[in-house]
């Protein structure tokens, strides 16, 4: 079945530091691929998505490119910002109509002034 | 219009009662979900609905009962549940076409109803 390997956390940074949280995946044909934020006490929102191979999806400054022949959808950043503290979660959607989101664990991101 | 508004945001229920959560979009969305998150971990899936018509029951305890009134509304009825129920929910929706997910659409995420079973 499907499956989301996300980078371990927590992860702190200091503001400005660059970020990367790795990502890959497990899924049969070309799923869609997101980034999902979820900031204290709050629910999801969508970072960005790619849905298909070399597409690179981005926002507020975050980045990831989807990589088909290393199944990798790592999240970048080049200066974070305190700001940026939150849960990050990787995810994919299957692309045989299948309704279902599979995510990975989430990494808690911290960021010091 | 892009929310999902969820109410209500937080709910304290003994083990005896029943209470209902609601999620609400205007969005034409054609599926609807409810996720269960547990501290620290990621969302797991409880029921869709696709066209109003319940598709997927990832064997949820009987004690959680969905409902779908209509292409807007979602609920979730809550009854006899344990402690271990305590958690945030989560309600989303998503865009369908024909039998299916439109390819590379997202699901739009509510805020989230925090519950709590003393």
């Known amino acids: 079945g499907d499956s989301v390997t996300q980078m371990e956390g927590p992860v702190t940074l200091s503001e400005e530091a660059f970020l990367t949280i790795n990502c890959t995946y497990t899924a049969t044909g070309y799923p869609s691929l997101f980034w999902y934020v979820q900031y204290p006490g709050e629910g999801l929102q969508l970072l960005l998505k790619?849905?298909?191979?070399?597409d690179k999806g981005s926002n507020k400054g975050f980045e990831a490119t989807y990589r088909k022949e290393t199944t990798s959808f790592h999240l970048e950043k080049g200066s974070v910002q305190v700001s940026d503290s939150a849960v990050y979660f990787c995810?994919?959607?299957?692309?045989?109509?299948?309704?279902?989101?599979?995510f990975g664990t989430g990494t808690r991101l911290t960021i010091i002034p | 219009d892009t929310e999902v508004t969820q109410t209500p945001k937080h709910l304290v229920m003994g083990m005896t009662n029943k209470k209902s959560l609601k999620c609400e979009q205007h969005m034409g969305h054609r599926a609807m979900y409810w996720y269960k998150q547990k501290a620290k971990k990621p969302p797991e899936l409880m029921f869709v609905y696709s066209y109003e018509k319940l598709s997927i029951n990832e064997s949820v305890p009987s004690r959680f009962s969905p409902e779908c009134p209509n292409s807007s509304l979602l609920n979730l009825h809550l009854h006899a549940l344990q402690p271990e129920d305590s958690a945030l929910y989560l309600c989303a929706s998503q865009d369908l076409f024909g039998q299916g997910a439109k390819r590379g659409t997202e699901a739009f995420f509510g805020q989230g109803t925090r519950l709590t079973v003393v």
């Open positions: 790619a849905t298909k191979a070399d």
């Open positions: 995810a994919l959607k299957s692309n045989f109509g299948n309704e279902k989101l599979t």
